[in-house]
């Protein structure tokens, strides 16, 4: 097959975490190889009418996805499907709708809320404001943890905290804000990929170990964490899928609810829904990630290597279903 790897054109001074999606590309392209098919790369602006000419004169068998923002705009996602819809060529991962629902995390939360999934509660501004407590300051519509520290968690007591806080981070946090309830316990990323057919494999769960973090850090996986080398942070929360067998029940409810997401989202290709679970031992879902990284470091292909599956094999899953109806 003839495929086109799509990802966001960047800028110069691209940070780290936008700079990841070129050694996707490599990767991807790489297996694209492996497996007999050609690839060729397209970086997308917002100039969509051009994107729009290229990919109908040259009419690729699918495209690969990769875009994760546009014009540095993680809200700008969803328009690469659904130029893609327009042109009517097939495409890798989750579909227009379901994109856009899970970049908006306050859309993502509101359908997670009317399903019955656990999700932490919720402050945004105009709202009747939650109970006083902890609470992790996020931006709306950015990936990647951008804009994500310790001192994003702080205590909120009245209205006026909640407004000034959401306010005061919102520009570092592509401009729109919320106010989450802190969990303050174990965090898990559960994978899923698309199975023939239909429907999603939910892969081996992976947790990450906050044990070497000293007494009064927060248990956070912020930016540092995952894209500055150098930090801290970056070394010592490493994911882990050894885990105890009283943890059993947790796990089949963790899939259970992963799987849930799948179905109520409408998810394709892969997927990865991130956990918290509280002191009691319940689990809260706190992002449903519908086009996760597929670096070689990522969570992602190692819950794909945990499974038993290549890279290769990971990548035909997906293309097999990007082709399905």
């Not at 080398?229 to 882990?240: I, L, M, Q, V």
């Not at 990284?293 to 990522?298: S, Y």
């Amino acid at each position: 097959m003839n495929v086109v790897i799509l990802h966001e054109a960047l800028p110069p001074e691209a940070r780290e975490d936008e700079l990841d999606v070129l050694v996707q590309a490599d990767v991807i392209a790489r297996a694209l190889g492996a497996l007999g098919h050609t690839s060729r790369r397209l970086a997308l602006t917002l100039d969509l009418l051009a994107a729009y000419h290229t990919l109908t004169r040259d009419r690729p068998d699918v495209v690969f996805n990769l875009v994760e923002s546009l014009a540095g705009q993680g809200r700008l996602l969803p328009l690469a499907p659904a130029l893609l819809d327009a042109v009517r060529v097939p495409y890798t991962g989750s579909r227009t709708e379901a994109l856009f629902v899970t970049t908006g995390k306050i859309l993502t939360k509101r359908l997670l809320r009317a399903y019955g999934l656990p999700t932490p509660p919720w402050y945004v501004p105009g709202q009747p404001a939650p109970p006083p407590g902890r609470y992790i300051i996020k931006g709306a519509w950015e990936e990647a943890s951008v804009g994500i520290d310790d001192d994003s968690i702080v205590e909120l007591r009245t209205p006026g905290d909640f407004d000034a806080a959401v306010t005061s981070r919102a520009a570092a946090l592509g401009g729109e804000a919320f106010a989450e309830a802190y969990i303050d316990g174990r965090e898990f990323n559960l994978s899923l990929l698309a199975r023939a057919g239909g429907g999603a494999e939910v892969l081996p769960p992976a947790e990450i170990d906050f044990s070497a973090f000293p007494a009064g850090k927060p248990r956070l996986v912020g930016y540092a964490a995952k894209w500055d080398t150098a930090s801290f942070e970056y070394h010592h929360t490493p994911r882990t899928f050894e885990l105890p067998a009283r943890d059993a029940p947790l796990l089949a409810e963790l899939r259970r609810l992963a799987a849930a997401c799948w179905d109520v989202f409408g998810l394709r290709g892969y997927a990865r829904v991130d956990f918290r679970v509280d002191a009691a031992g319940r689990p809260w879902i706190l992002e449903i990630n519908a086009n996760p990284g597929l670096a070689p470091d990522a969570g992602f292909p190692a819950a794909v290597a945990k499974a038993g599956l290549t890279f290769e094999e990971m990548i035909a899953r997906v293309l097999e279903d990007a082709l399905r109806p």
